[in-house]
């Protein structure tokens, strides 16, 4: 049963502090979550907010036998796009029809391993965090699901609104994005590997 | 392969959210609480006031009704002359049930209904709006 189950129901009973305490048990990761996807932090609290007091409103119709993160996410996720469309921005490439990415892409194997003197370099978390501004969004929501909040292939497919094999197939080739990105801080491996 | 990409992204500062966060969490709910219970009371209001006049003049329309019946009459004998009432009393009362406007009193006793439901509401929604805006001013 999901931790949260038994505050889940209090919630839904008009408990207040259970409320509370749901928001504060989950805040830093929707937040997480949404300055990584956004690239903004003033954008990442003004969706926070809104997921939040979309998911109180809707908490009534969530099934407590379900795990609450990946509904959050996914509500955050449909946050995040409606902020974005009110603020006109063009950032959300991949709100485009599917089918749009590069041939190359598409017929991309799983990525090659990074190159090890990466792992050596002092500013990797900087060269991380570039990579993934680089990335679209839906890239970016995938790879943090998966690395940052550690969340699984059903639990991201439930935060994507799509099917297992599809975000897996989103995430691979988002790791071979990254990996593209990645290898020029990698100055002395070959590029061609 | 994955374990690589955990690496890298465990090398990725956490970004926690603000203290501030929370509390502005907290307050957007309260707002949208008293949005929420402010249309509760205006709908309530409506059907209130809707429901009261509608009663009234199906109240009207069902003694008008009861009197052109004959139940009114019925309904005072028992009054009047208990006695013989409760002599024969089985006829009485089919008689009595027989000269009841059935339609009109289904109507008023479901506008009955609706007028003090939306009475228990417009209470309810009213003691929770006040308190949530006194706690939160």
């Known amino acids: ?193 | 392969m994955g374990r690589e990409y955990e690496w890298l992204f465990g090398a990725l500062p956490q970004n926690s959210a603000p203290a501030y966060l929370c509390e502005r969490v907290f307050g957007a709910m309260t707002r949208e609480r008293i949005r929420i219970l402010r249309m509760r009371l205006v709908f309530s209001s409506c059907t209130g006031v809707l429901s009261l006049g509608g009663f009234i003049v199906a109240g009207k329309a069902l003694v008008a009704a009861m009197s052109a019946s004959g139940f009114l009459t019925y309904a005072s004998l028992a009054l009047t002359d208990s006695s013989a009432v409760l002599g024969s009393s089985h006829s009485f009362l089919l008689s009595l049930l027989e000269s009841l406007p059935g339609p009109e009193v289904v109507f008023s006793l479901a506008l009955l209904a609706v007028f003090i439901q939306s009475l228990r509401v417009l209470v309810v929604s009213g003691i929770a709006w006040a308190w949530r805006t006194e706690r939160f001013a």
């Open chain 1, 1 to 193: 049963m999901d931790p949260d189950a038994p505050l889940i129901a209090r919630a839904k009973a008009g408990d207040d502090a259970a409320v509370e305490l749901l928001v504060k048990r989950h805040i830093d990761a929707v937040y997480n979550f949404l300055v990584r996807y956004l690239g903004n932090a003033a954008l990442a609290e003004d969706a926070t907010q809104e997921t939040f007091v979309k998911a109180w409103r809707n908490l009534k119709r969530f099934d407590e036998s379900r795990a609450l993160k990946p509904w959050l996410f996914e509500i955050a996720r449909n946050a995040a796009r409606d902020l974005m469309r009110k603020k006109r921005a063009t950032l959300f490439t991949d709100l485009s029809t599917p089918g749009t990415d590069t041939a190359f892409e598409d017929t991309l194997a799983d990525p090659a391993p990074l190159p090890p003197e990466l792992f050596a370099d002092r500013e990797l978390a900087e060269h991380v965090a570039h990579a993934l501004t680089d990335l679209p969004p839906r890239d970016r929501a995938i790879l943090v699901l998966r690395y940052t909040e550690d969340l699984a292939w059903d639990d991201i497919a439930i935060a994507m609104e799509a099917p297992v094999n599809t975000v897996k197939s989103w995430h691979r080739r988002a790791l071979g994005k990254l990996r593209a990105s990645l290898l020029p801080f990698a100055p002395n491996h070959d590029h061609g590997a």
